[in-house]
T-cell receptor, first 113, second 114 residues
């Protein structure tokens, strides 16, 4: 079973920041938080991951609370192409990160013009 | 660099028939994964290859499913005989040894069993 809880759906205006929350209250010390998304009819796409520090890449930022029980994925300037289902996944990293991904229901993000 | 490719993109078969799905991972990726999403459910893991060896096949639903990866390159997933509940989208993903953070997914094969 997925170890994360996400809202089923969210809306955001184009050009605004989209903030997607995720709860992972049972996360272990060696587990990372990963985010993937699935744009309609495509395969899932990796976005970002982190352990305890905030992370940023060209796609998004990941903010992890100090107790690591929740996190927020931020798309700074959402576009219509960011409409997708976003999955927050908790799993070990490093060489053990070769393990399977466990997907939950995810959050269906709709970007409105 | 070519991404993960899957063939066919769509397959429609009758119940009881056999279907073989193919996945070509990114060149040099030792780890290959199969996942599927059946109607209304989450994406579920099926199995994981490291080169030609099955590392984890805990998600395979039953013995009607057979996955192979001869030579450690492309992989096939055979469903024999297919049942109605096998309908869904089958995804393949790959990662290279030592870089496990990102699994690269293919576009999926949509299987419809009538």
């Amino acid at each position: 079973d997925a170890k994360t809880t996400q809202p089923p759906s969210m809306d955001c205006a184009e050009g605004r920041a989209a903030n997607l929350p995720c709860n992972h209250s049972t996360i272990s010390g060696n587990e990372y938080v990963y985010w993937y998304r699935q744009i309609h009819s495509q395969g899932p796409q990796y976005i970002i991951h982190g352990l305890k520090n905030n992370e940023t890449n060209e796609m998004a930022s990941l903010i992890i609370t100090e107790d690591r029980k929740s996190s927020t994925l931020i798309l700074p300037h959402a576009t219509l192409r960011d409409t997708a289902v976003y999955y927050c996944i908790v799993r070990v990293g490093g060489w053990q990160g070769a393990q399977k991904l466990v997907f939950g229901q995810g959050t269906r993000l709709t970007i409105n013009p | 660099e070519a991404g993960v490719t899957q063939f066919p993109s769509h397959s429609v078969i009758e119940k009881g028939q056999t279907v073989t799905l193919r996945c070509d991972p990114i060149s040099g990726h030792d780890n290959l994964y199969w996942y599927r999403r059946v109607m209304g459910k989450e994406i579920k893991f099926l199995l994981h290859f490291v080169k030609e060896s099955k590392q984890d096949e805990s998600g395979m639903p039953n013995n009607r499913f057979l996955a192979e990866r001869t030579g450690g390159t492309y992989s096939t997933l055979k469903v024999q005989p297919a049942e109605l509940e096998d309908s869904g989208v089958y995804f393949c993903a790959s990662t290279k040894q030592g870089a496990y953070n990102e699994q690269f997914f293919g576009p999926g094969t949509r299987l419809t069993v009538l």
